[in-house]
T-cell receptor
Framework: DAGVIQSPRHEVTEMGQEVTLRCKPISGHNSLFWYRQTMMRGLELLIYFNNNVPIDDSGMPEDRFSAKMPNASFSTLKIQPSEPRDSAVYFC????????????FGNGTRLTVT | GESVGLHLPTLSVQEGDNSIINCAYSNSASDYFIWYKQESGKGPQFIIDIRSNMDKRQGQRVTVLLNKTVKHLSLQIAATQPGDSAVYFCAALGGGNYQLIWGAGTKLIIKP
């Protein structure tokens, strides 16, 4: 199993640009989480999908952030327009609510907004 | 004024010794606990989990102990190796909630 796959690994962009982060969860997993990690605030949950449906997006900081999960094998997190304070490592994690498996994380996308 | 970043507790251990990393949780409804290891530049990696109907679980070189009375969790790593250097997070789930509650993390440093 390749695990959770995120792309790109690194993204450097200028303030105001649109950023799209991508995630391929582990096959067979039905829950997907987007997290953000910074030194200041640690790991923060942004949004949770179950069976491709957004269940809780209360962690999404602003309307500039949006996430989609068009099918069970793909999700995107979009920031438009990006701001320097969005600089962080963004992690995608997947799990199974069927057999209560622990979350498996991708290696993250390190976003730098200048 | 200036805001202060998260201060990660640090544990320094001699190579070959055993490491014990502690974690306290607050929600008595938590019934599932996980330890993750995060190496630099990588995502958190699952190490071991335990459910509240157990008080001890062993894996390869790792043991998790759960004390529900005082809401305390610990991770023991036997014969610590340089590859064990990482930040270790505990996380708790329960009370009908899907959201993991994360500890702040402990940075484990291995002295040669």
């Amino acid at each position: 199993d390749a695990g959770v796959i995120q792309s790109p690994r690194h993204e450097v962009t200028e303030m105001g640009q649109e950023v799209t982060l991508r995630c391929k969860p582990i096959s067979g997993h039905n829950s997907l989480f987007w997290y953000r990690q910074t030194m200041m605030r640690g790991l923060e949950l942004l949004i949770y999908f179950n069976n491709n449906v957004p269940i809780d997006d209360s962690g999404m900081p602003e309307d500039r952030f949006s996430a989609k999960m068009p099918n069970a094998s793909f999700s995107t997190l979009k920031i438009q327009p990006s701001e320097p304070r969005d600089s962080a490592v963004y992690f995608c994690a997947s799990g199974s609510t069927v057999n209560n498996s622990p979350l498996h994380f991708g290696n993250g996308t390190r976003l730098t907004v200048t | 004024g200036e805001s202060v970043g998260l201060h990660l507790p640090t544990l320094s251990v001699q190579e070959g010794d055993n490491s014990i990393i502690n974690c306290a949780y607050s929600n008595s409804a938590s019934d599932y606990f996980i330890w993750y290891k995060q190496e630099s530049g990588k995502g958190p990696q699952f190490i071991i989990d335990i459910r509240s109907n157990m008080d001890k679980r062993q894996g390869q070189r790792v043991t998790v102990l759960l004390n529900k009375t005082v809401k305390h969790l610990s991770l023991q790593i036997a014969a610590t190796q340089p590859g064990d250097s990482a930040v270790y997070f505990c996380a708790a789930l329960g009370g009908g909630n899907y959201q993991l509650i994360w500890g702040a993390g402990t940075k484990l440093i291995i002295k040669p």
